[in-house]
């Protein structure tokens, strides 16, 4: 068996312990005599193992008791819609902080729902830094303040809560969530595709204070409404089973590590040796501002023109992929999430030294 370190955006490298424990529980979990992914969701094996999914989640990221954690399907994309549509009651607007292209998409999503007031954008410096909170123009008569809080394709993450007072912050976190600890009081829905560095894609997590339930108006479709999913505990229709009992093994593994805080050291460590050596050098460039830049998802391009395909090609005879930067931005990207191990990135290093070295 031969396995290459994975640098895709997501669906991502998965942590090793992880599928060779998929594989070992493939044909039959636990004596149940059958996979995972035959079961009834509504039978006691599959319903012990979301009971997990959901206590080992809320152990994590310390949920308080006051939110609902939901696994849904559907995409971070889905909940661009359903965000305005549960959330925005008599209210017709809602700020939006517009950092890249994913908040983007976001924004013009809201945009069929209501009138969005976007508070603040980084669009002047190309996406490349978050606007500083007390720059933000919020309109008092917004619904909700939304977030991009790590912006996949540019690499720019917020690294503090932005403090919007007493209206509820939405935050989408598809690409960090699980990466460090979180403030999940600070927030009226966090929301997160779970295919970065959850599990597999097919699976959205949602987090929602509770009170910010059942505002939705008559006549929203049953799926679109929080309140159904609240209600139902994630059961109204068949949830996406497999990927909850992926992302379930993966919470293991993260609480083995020593949880949230532990696995924020490493990937510190981790975004450092990467940033610090294309900081050293004129031959790379990251275009993020240093107090900005991604723990999870880092850009950087070469100064010199015309050597990416000859870059990616290299990288991937060293068993390094996914190395290819967004097709809006060029240039490259390594994700390096949850489950990159260490080695992988200074292996990634190593061989970016060594091009340099023939190329610079
Ligand atoms: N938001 C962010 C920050 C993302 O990175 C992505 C996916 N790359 C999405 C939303 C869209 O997620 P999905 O494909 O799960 O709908």
Known sequence: ????????????????????????????WHGAGMSVMEMSHRGKEFISIAEQVEADLRELLAIPG???????????????????????????CADYVYTGQWSK??????????????????????????????????????AYVHITSNETIGGVEFHSVPDVGDVPLVADMSSHLLSRPVDVGRYGVI????QKNIGPAGLTIVIIRKDL?????????SMA???????????????????????????????????????????????????????????YQCPVSPEDRSRMNV????????????????????????????RSVGGMRASIYNAMPI??????????????????
């Not at 396995?3 to 044909?27: C, H, I, K, W, Y």
């Not at 929080?226 to 909850?244: D, F, L, R």
């Not at 990634?348 to 190329?359: G, I, K, T």
């Open 1 to 28: 068996m031969s396995r290459v370190f994975n640098f895709s955006a997501g669906p991502a490298t998965l942590p090793e312990e992880v599928l060779q424990q998929a594989r070992d529980e493939m044909l039959d």
């Open 66 to 92: 006051n939110y609902g954690v939901l696994f849904l399907q559907g995409g971070a994309t889905s909940q661009f819609a359903m965000v305005p549509q549960n959330l925005l009651g008599d209210k017709v």
């Open 105 to 142: 998409k976001a924004i013009a999503e809201a945009q069929k729902f209501c009138r969005v007031n976007v508070a603040a954008s980084s669009e002047d410096r190309d996406f490349t830094y978050v606007p500083r909170p007390e720059t933000w123009r919020l309109d008092p008569a917004s």
């Open 191 to 194: 929301y997160a595709g779970a």
């Open 213 to 221: 339930v059942g505002r939705a108006p008559t006549g929203i479709a």
């Open 225 to 283: 409404d929080y309140k159904t999913h609240v209600e139902s505990g994630s059961m109204y229709n068949t949830p996406p089973t497999y990927a909850i009992y992926i992302a379930g093994l993966v919470l293991q593994w993260l609480k083995r590590l020593g949880g949230l805080v532990a696995i924020e050291k490493i990937n510190i460590a981790k975004s450092q040796i990467l940033y610090q050596y294309i900081d050293s050098t004129n031959f």
């Open 299 to 326: 850009p950087f391009r070469i100064s010199e023109d015309g050597l990416d395909t000859q870059f990616l090609a290299r990288a991937k005879q060293h068993g390094l992929v996914q190395l290819k930067g967004h």
């Open 343 to 360: 080695e992988a990135v200074r292996t990634l290093v190593e061989f970016m030294r060594e091009f340099e070295r023939s190329h610079g």
